[in-house]
């Protein structure tokens, strides 16, 4: 069995209601989710098209028999489902009613043209780091070698 950290989190339409049910989506599709954060409200992060209204977040553990580039798939998917339009080539975030990040995805260091884990700016994001903490603070980072205990203390 493999498992999966996933960052889950939009700021558009009901953001409660998307939040659970972007968790039952990732139980039914891609895994039981075996630990997850409380939900987490922060404000945009980054550069964005539009101003925005602040993110709900929530961190999650799953357990899943797909591979990396399966969960991926899985999530785009539930992604598209719940509304996410992406914008091609724009360098600028823009508002979702749900994204889904890959995080971690057991111990492995992955890098093609479409994933790349652990998530590369995940060590510079407090509302990653905040809710990963909280369920899974003890994980170690497999490239930089800290938990994420204490990759939230240096942010």
């Keep these: 069995m493999n498992r999966v950290a996933l960052l889950i989190g939009g700021n558009q339409g009901d953001r409660s209601a998307l939040i659970a049910q972007a968790t039952e989506l990732i139980r039914q599709r891609i895994g039981p989710v075996v630990a997850f954060s409380k939900v987490y409200e922060t404000e945009p992060w980054g550069e964005f098209d539009t101003p925005q209204q602040d993110f709900l977040n929530r961190g999650l553990l799953v357990e899943t028999t797909l591979n990396a580039h399966e969960v991926l798939h899985e999530a785009l998917a539930i992604e598209a489902e719940m509304g996410r339009v992406r914008k091609e080539g724009s360098k600028l975030y823009s508002s979702r009613p749900m994204d889904i990040d890959l995080i971690f995805y057991n111990d492995e260091v992955i890098e093609s043209p479409d994933l790349t884990i652990p998530h590369p700016r995940m060590h510079l994001r407090r509302f990653v780091l905040e809710p990963l903490a909280e369920i899974m603070p003890d ?17």
């Design 139 to 155: 994980y170690r980072h497999p490239v930089l070698g800290l938990t994420v205990e204490e990759m939230l203390e240096r942010v």
